[in-house]
């Protein structure tokens, strides 16, 4: 299986458990891996051969700016089941980091990998 992967991919959504923190945007990072396999997009260098990365990272914005989560558990598992679902992916593995929420702390998150 071939890997296509977005990272540090930089979101505004409203995410935590205490209402507070949902009440504004907040800026979270997102490293993605797509499988998929490419053997046809290397032999004809077409796009409809492979997956949009553009049209990934358009959804995954549309897609946090209508919804709300508590968990960021719930935002990763929301974002696999859509790329797996609407981008036809064989697997995803997604890492969700919120940065600088806990003092002392670069970022927090979770990884989680879901496949078909």
């Not at 505004?12 to 998929?36: F, N």
């Not at 995803?92 to 702390?105: D, R």
Request: proline residues 3%; glycine residues 6%; contains cysteine.
């Amino acid at each position: 299986m071939d890997i296509i992967f977005l990272e540090q991919v930089k979101v505004q959504t409203k995410l935590g458990v205490p209402d507070w923190e949902r009440m504004m945007p907040q800026t979270i990072i997102l490293d993605i891996e797509i499988g998929y396999d490419l053997t046809n997009a290397c032999q004809s260098d077409a796009i409809a051969d492979t997956i949009d990365y553009g049209a990934v990272v358009r959804r995954i914005r549309e897609t946090l700016t209508e919804n709300s989560f508590k968990l960021v558990e719930a935002l990763a598992e929301h974002l696999c089941q859509l790329i797996l679902k609407e981008f036809g992916a064989l697997s995803v593995k997604i890492k969700v980091a919120k940065p600088g929420i806990l003092p002392g702390l670069k970022a927090l998150g979770v990884a989680i990998e879901r496949k078909v």
